[in-house]
């Protein structure tokens, strides 16, 4: 089992920036392709950005340029790193862990971002 832990969600101002941080449970998080969704109110849950075991990076059309996702395998954690935020963005994010070995996934409880207008 990986349990993740979402932290950094709050309130913002539309134009400003939020790091979410999402911490696994155990070291074998560098084993795992991570991913951030996010699910807006009365929506569903979409992908926003995805880093492999490798660090290859990939993100949804309506975010490129403005977040970035990253990760420090010595500490277990994967990062959302977002700027210029919209009002849009406003959602639970989630953090995703896969395995490409076993294709066991793991989620986090997630987190609120909330982007004032």
């Known amino acids: 089992q990986l349990q993740l832990v979402e932290t950094g969600g709050g309130l913002v101002h539309a134009g400003g920036s939020l790091r979410l941080s999402c911490t696994a449970s155990?070291?074998?998080?560098?084993?795992?392709?991570m991913r951030w969704y996010r699910q807006p109110p009365g929506k569903q849950r979409e992908l926003v950005a995805s880093?492999?075991?490798?660090?290859?990076?990939n993100y949804a059309d309506a975010v490129k340029g403005r977040f970035t996702i990253s990760r420090d395998n010595a500490k277990n954690t994967v990062y959302l790193q977002m700027v210029n935020l919209r009002p849009e963005a406003t959602a639970v994010y989630y953090c995703?862990?896969?395995?490409?070995?076993?294709?066991?996934?793991?989620w986090g409880l997630g987190t609120q971002v909330t982007v004032s207008s």
């Open positions: 880093i492999s075991t490798s660090g290859m990076t």
């Open positions: 995703n862990a896969h395995s490409p070995i076993t294709q066991r996934q793991y």
């Open positions: 155990r070291s074998t998080f560098g084993n795992h392709i």
